[in-house]
């Protein structure tokens, strides 16, 4: 292993429950006059919404909504958004909402003042340089989801609904300059999207954890994060107003999203297509997919699941104790055992294969996987084989 590695951390994070009564200072901390309020439809419709605007209408800041978002974003959501910022001269956004709603709004307030397309900042290479950093206009985020964690990274994922693949777009500046971190704003979230956004974090932990490279920090906060996960998860489905446990899983959330700076992998690469071209929620298309890579990268993997196993405290403390008790926790939050409960068909694989092979995240994959390989693991996962 070469001990040699670039790091970089997340921004200001106000936690805690009640702190979006801080909006409006953070706008004024931010420096956010004429923000543009980007969440999803279903949020728009929401008491949260109106009583935020109307907090900050009150504090002389003038603020409009935006919320023309998917659940799995396409160009044409951000480029609606930045037509609506440039036209209200919008000066910021506030991105609200879960991974879709905070990914649409960072990604509107980088291509405000950018003159190129969208997909000329995918994340290859160095091609994040040919943004304009003045042209990036500054975000504050809220979540609403304890899962993506988009609220404390670098990039937005959009879907290009011309090939129906999922790109990753990517700006060290995308980066909120402010996050307001409130569970309260989490206890409406149902069960099941409690389940499949929780799952997600505790997975975001589990592959920056797994991915090769030497980042020791990613690799401690992954840790802390999947315990918090294991604590409180299932608390959190079973009681949606169990404060303490839903505050858990927010803080669980952005630590996976600061760890996976070291890389994800192949569940998350199954999971893309399968989310782009069935429109599936992407926490739980990764939920489904997991045991399936885990046990593909076991050779590669199984020293450090032991050395996770101890750590978390499970009952049996090897490679199979820790799939069971992934098995366990998928069972108990309701998680489907297969692909083909998603509606993953065997037709499916040829494309959905070639597409995951050439996906941004497979490269962070601790066991090379290819054409080949995808297909393998998406058999297992559709036939719901270990």
């Keep these: 292993m070469s001990l040699v590695g670039n790091w970089n951390f997340p921004t200001a994070i106000r936690f805690g429950a009640g702190r979006i009564r801080e909006l409006p200072d953070a706008c004024k901390v931010v420096g956010l006059k004429r923000p543009l309020l980007v969440t999803d439809p279903g949020l728009a419709k929401l008491p949260m919404i109106s009583e935020a ?133 989490t206890v409406g979230l149902p069960a099941k999207l409690t389940a499949g956004t929780g799952m997600d974090a505790f997975i975001h932990c589990f592959e920056a954890y797994c991915a090769p490279g030497y980042h020791p920090y990613a690799e401690g906060i992954a840790v802390e994060g999947m315990r918090l996960v294991k604590e409180n998860l299932a608390r959190a489905v079973r009681d949606g107003r169990d404060i303490e446990a839903r505050g858990h899983m927010l803080a669980a959330s952005q630590m996976g999203s600061t760890a996976f700076q070291k890389g994800l992998g192949a569940i998350h690469s199954l999971s893309h297509p399968v989310g782009a071209v069935l429109d599936t929620h992407h926490g ?83 066991v090379k996987a290819g054409v080949p390989e995808m297909r393998r693991m998406y058999e297992a996962a559709v036939a719901g084989r270990l």
């Design 284 to 366: 739980l298309t990764n939920a489904v997919a997991m045991p399936y890579v885990v046990q593909f990268n076991r050779a590669a993997i199984e020293e450090k699941v032991v050395r996770l196993a101890r750590w978390l405290d499970l009952r049996t403390p090897t490679f199979e104790g820790f799939m069971q008790w992934t098995l366990d926790l998928r069972r108990e939050v309701g998680i489907p055992h297969t692909l083909a409960e998603l509606g993953v068909k065997i037709e499916h694989l040829d494309k959905f294969s070639e597409m995951a092979a050439v996906d941004p995240t497979a490269g962070g994959n601790p």
């Design 53 to 185: 605007t109307l907090a900050l209408r009150k504090a002389g800041i003038e603020v409009a909504v935006f919320s023309d978002v998917k659940p799995n974003p396409v160009a044409a959501n951000v480029e609606a958004g930045v037509r609506v910022l440039r036209a209200g001269k919008h000066d910021g956004v506030i991105a609200w909402g879960g991974g879709s709603g905070i990914d649409t709004g960072k990604a509107i307030a980088f291509m405000a003042g950018q003159t190129r397309p969208l997909w000329d900042f995918e994340d290859i290479g160095d091609w994040y340089t040919r943004a304009n950093p003045a042209g990036i206009y500054p975000s504050i985020a809220v979540p609403t989801t304890a899962g993506t964690g988009s609220e404390t990274g670098r990039a937005s994922v959009i879907t290009n609904a011309e090939t129906h693949t999922k790109k990753v777009i990517f700006h060290p500046k995308m980066m909120p300059q402010l996050v307001i971190a409130d569970p309260e704003l």
